[in-house]
Nanobody, 119 residues
Framework: QVQVVESGGGLVQPGGSVRLSCAFSGSISSLFSMGWYRQAPGKKRELVAAITTSGVTNYADSVKGRFTISRDNAKNITLEMNSLKPEDTAVYFC??????????????WGQGTQVTVSS
């Protein structure tokens, strides 16, 4: 079993900032990457930012220059979200791409945390 837990989020005004954190635990033998995805109502889930175990990052064009993903330690990541816009409103999901001790390589997801940008 792999558990992924997000924290942070909430209601923020346009131009404001929010910090999301994610931690995982469980039977992981090899970690490949961690990242954040988001899903707005009526839209598909999309990549926001990801970071590999070697520190290589990848961002959606819509968040470049505003969001920063970082690794706090081997099992925690943080997403700093600045200059937020109403279109950033979505449920944000933490993703862990890893192999388990029983040999399965797959995505593992948190339950999601709501970020609402509104005045």
């Amino acid at each position: 079993q792999v558990q992924v837990v997000e924290s942070g989020g909430g209601l923020v005004q346009p131009g404001g900032s929010v910090r999301l954190s994610c931690a995982f635990s469980g039977s992981i033998s090899s970690l490949f990457s961690m990242g954040w995805y988001r899903q707005a109502p009526g839209k598909k889930r999309e990549l926001v930012a990801a970071i590999t175990t070697s520190g290589v990052t990848n961002y959606a064009d819509s968040v470049k220059g505003r969001f920063t993903i970082s690794r706090d330690n081997a099992k925690n990541i943080t997403l700093e979200m600045n200059s937020l816009k109403p279109e950033d409103t979505a449920v944000y999901f933490c993703n862990v791409f890893a192999s388990t001790t029983w040999g399965q390589t797959s995505d593992h997801w948190g339950q999601g945390t709501q970020v609402t940008v509104s005045s």
